[in-house]
């Protein structure tokens, strides 16, 4: 006779198996990913053009209150950020589209690290420049550890170098989308809607 672990066994495999098939053959993300692209891809926009017009701007209550909403919206990106690292790094991604190199690919993946690095650059120099800490969206304070100074009048020029670095892969990003879903017409965007 037939134990109940033995008969689930090759029913347990094979689910595994097509799963595993199912995975691999992906046409999109995954939910996840999706959604954290969109709240960082949001939130990147915003706070470009947030931040050039901050320093467009006189001293003044607009000022103050784009400056903390800058602030804040980086903070939930801060703590948002090691999430979407970790997951990239063990999701399972969607199958390639159509008629890309072994060269665009690598392209990709290395333009993709980079724009992480920059990612992490721009949120930890921003977090590190403010010299008497922020309300977070008016509720409560987050204190800084460095007091208005030689250090942080440096991470400042780091942090708009950062930014500018930032805003110029996000554009290179933006116009290799264009390339593949307008131009190659291969259906890229998809992956990410």
């Known amino acids: 006779m037939e134990t109940v672990e033995s008969a689930l066994a090759p029913g347990v495999r094979d689910a595994v198996e097509s799963v595993g098939a199912v995975e691999r053959d992906v046409a999109r993300y995954d939910a996840l ?32 209150f ?6 804040s919206i980086a903070t939930v ?20 589209p159509a008629g890309v190199s072994p060269m665009q690919r690598a392209i990709a993946h290395g ?10 650059a721009v ?3 921003g977090y590190l420049m403010v010299p008497k800490g922020y309300e977070f969206f008016g509720l409560f304070e987050i204190p800084t550890p460095f007091a208005q100074g030689a250090l942080t ?10 930014c500018a670095v930032l805003a110029g892969l996000v554009l290179l990003h933006v116009l290799a989308v264009v390339k593949h879903q307008w131009i190659a017409r291969n259906g890229l965007l998809r992956r990410m809607v």
């Open 123 to 125: 949120l930890t120099s």
């Open 33 to 64: 990913t999706r959604v954290l692209h969109w709240i960082f891809a949001a939130a990147i926009l915003y706070a470009t053009v947030a931040g050039y017009a901050l320093a467009q701007l006189p001293d003044g209550p607009l000022r103050e």
């Open 77 to 96: 990106l801060i703590v948002l950020f090691p999430l979407r690292v970790g997951w990239a790094s063990v999701r399972v991604p969607p199958r390639e």
């Open 111 to 120: 333009a993709h690290r980079l724009l992480y690095l920059t990612i992490f």
């Open 153 to 162: 009048e440096r991470l400042f020029a780091f942090h708009r170098a950062s």
């Open 66 to 71: 784009l400056s903390r909403l800058n602030m």
